[in-house]
């Protein structure tokens, strides 16, 4: 739901984003009409009734086609969602359809009434004469200041031109702003859910007891999404018994070529004071244990006496990093200190995690029931498990490759990810596109000029360009950051709503590269919103620019 929500709030201000400037420049390029008409005796109130149904007319056929193509797009995901959660949703309610054309509808009536109340309340003779030039004065001294930069004339000329209209170049940035943001955020949201999968899916091959084998994959480390009650990593409790020579076992694999690590698991139960119900709890042997988890806050496990837990953990208990808890195993009271939070999903983060000696003195024979293997960088899994069960056959163990397979979720998640970024994407095009279009059209008298005393059609062309540039480049660098603080909130918001705090590794994952090319992207938006009325504009021929109005 926060992630739905995140994207429904950026595509609903982008909406109203790109509504606005369409309507407010329809309505600005038609200032001289407006003057004309009031001069032929329409009043006021008559301008703005007559504009509020000229930008009705379109607005009610593009929110119709919205609401229709809102739906087709809901089928596929909806199919998949069914599939996977075994529901039955059918598509949108009548009554989103309504909202969401009536407020679209509403959103165009608001914005036509304030631009044409404003051109309404413009002088006759004003309206006429002003028609759609920018106030005398606005943006010289931009004007001034880009004309002794290093660059052609033809760029300085563009570049100045944003601080001519400064509410007209602010909408283009926040459009800008917007899809950046998007992509920002869906690429954090992806990786970050990666690194999800890979903090619970880290081993590469699992070795048990010989009958409790099932084969690849079986009772391996896996992710149900945050907070499930995944399978985790080893057979559950009740599972297959111990080996029968532990210590072998460890010598096999140490002795192994490609291996990377390795931990063995034993499982029981123990009951904590303050806490309902008996508590899974995995007890380790082995150095490699802090590799298969990642660490929230506090430390890893040194030694006996203490252990790892998860948020739910901490919450039940009421116990925070440091403070020490009894554990009765078997009748037996065993003191430890909580030295570190973990993102751990087993049990619905109910497990704990402790070192095999802490548990000893309850369970003397306690031995580990499976061991979790990381092979070496460049190591097939595969063949390492069939070449390492022949060196355990004869000690009644065996080695299966664990499966690595995207959480069903986590594809939906990406896809929506990908659908909706690409339409916000477009969306932040089309409205640079329409921005441009709107100066082009205002300015071909002045193109004319420029192309009466030389100005050939790549220049014109570099000119319109270098236009979007400044807004594009505050765009990006806007719209990254508001990307990686919105990635960091939603994913505070679907950890917290699971009752997990997320560790470092899977919320930090934007490099100083990433950003920068996501700030760059900004750029790459305005410039392909641009690049059409440039060449308008570039093919313009200059009579006709200079006899037009």
Do not use: C
Not at 212 to 238: C, F, L, S, T
Not at 390 to 419: W, Y
Not at 503 to 519: I, R, T
């Amino acid at each position: 739901m926060p992630f739905l929500l995140a994207f429904g709030v950026l595509g609903v201000v982008m909406a109203v984003l790109i509504i606005g400037n369409v309507i407010a420049g329809a309505v600005s390029t038609g200032t001289r009409r407006i003057g004309i008409l009031k001069a032929l005796g329409f009043t006021p109130s008559q301008v703005v009734r007559a504009y509020l149904g000229q930008a009705l007319i379109p607005a009610a056929a593009g929110a119709a086609l919205g609401v229709v193509a809102g739906n087709l797009l809901t089928f596929p995901v909806l199919a998949e969602t069914n599939r996977l959660y075994g529901t039955s949703d059918s598509g949108v309610a009548p009554w989103v359809d309504a909202l969401v054309a009536g407020g679209a509808l509403a959103v165009v009536t608001l914005t036509a009434w304030a631009a044409a109340a404003r051109a309404g309340r413009l002088r006759s003779v004003d309206a006429l004469a002003v028609g759609r030039t920018p106030r005398p004065g606005r943006g010289q001294w931009a004007s001034r200041l880009t004309g002794r930069i290093p660059v052609p004339r033809p760029m300085s000329l563009g570049l100045s031109h944003p601080f001519a209209r400064p509410l007209r170049s602010a909408g283009i940035v926040a459009a800008i702003a917007f899809g950046v943001a998007a992509v920002t955020f869906a690429v954090g949201l992806g990786a970050s859910l990666g690194q999800i999968q890979e903090a619970e899916d880290i081993a590469d091959v699992e070795v048990a007891p010989q009958p409790g084998v099932e084969g690849p994959g079986a009772e391996g480390p896996g992710v149900e999404g945050p907070g499930a009650e995944g399978p985790g990593p080893g057979p559950g409790a009740g599972g297959p018994p111990a080996f029968t020579d532990p210590a072998s076992i460890v010598t096999a694999i140490e002795a192994h070529t490609g291996t990377g690590g390795y931990v063995g698991q034993a499982r029981t139960e123990v009951t904590v004071a303050g806490v309902t119900g008996s508590l899974s709890t995995v007890a380790l042997t082995g150095s490699d244990g802090a590799r298969y988890y990642r660490m929230v806050s506090g430390t890893w496990l040194t030694g006996p006496g203490e252990i790892v837990v998860a948020t739910p953990f901490l919450t039940a208990a009421g116990k925070e990093v440091g403070d020490t808890v009894v554990l009765t195993d078997h009748g037996t009271e065993v003191t430890v200190r909580i030295v570190g939070e973990a993102f751990n999903t087993d049990d619905r983060g109910m497990q704990i995690l402790t070192d095999l000696a802490t548990l000893r003195a309850a369970e003397p024979d306690l031995s580990p029931e499976t061991f979790l293997v990381s092979v070496a960088s460049g190591t097939d899994a595969g063949t390492y498990a069939a070449t390492l069960n022949t060196a355990l056959r004869s000690l009644g163990a065996s080695a299966q490759p664990v499966s690595h397979e995207t959480d069903e979720l986590v594809i939906i998640i990406d896809a929506l990810t990908a659908l909706l970024s690409v339409m916000l994407m477009v969306v932040a095009g089309l409205g640079v596109l329409n921005v441009v279009v709107l100066d082009t059209r205002e300015r071909v008298h002045d193109l004319g000029v420029h192309k009466a005393l030389g100005m050939t059609p790549r220049q014109t062309t570099t000119m319109v360009i270098s236009s979007v540039l400044v807004t594009g480049l505050i765009g990006g660098v806007i719209g990254a950051a508001v990307g990686v603080a919105l990635q960091r909130a939603v994913l505070d918001a679907m950890g917290g709503s699971a009752g997990f705090t997320l560790p470092a590794a899977v919320v930090d994952v934007y490099g100083p590269a990433e950003l920068l090319l996501f700030g760059l992207g900004g750029l790459v938006i305005a410039v392909g919103g641009a690049l059409l009325p440039a060449g308008w504009a570039a093919g313009t021929r200059t009579v006709t620019a200079l006899r037009t109005e």
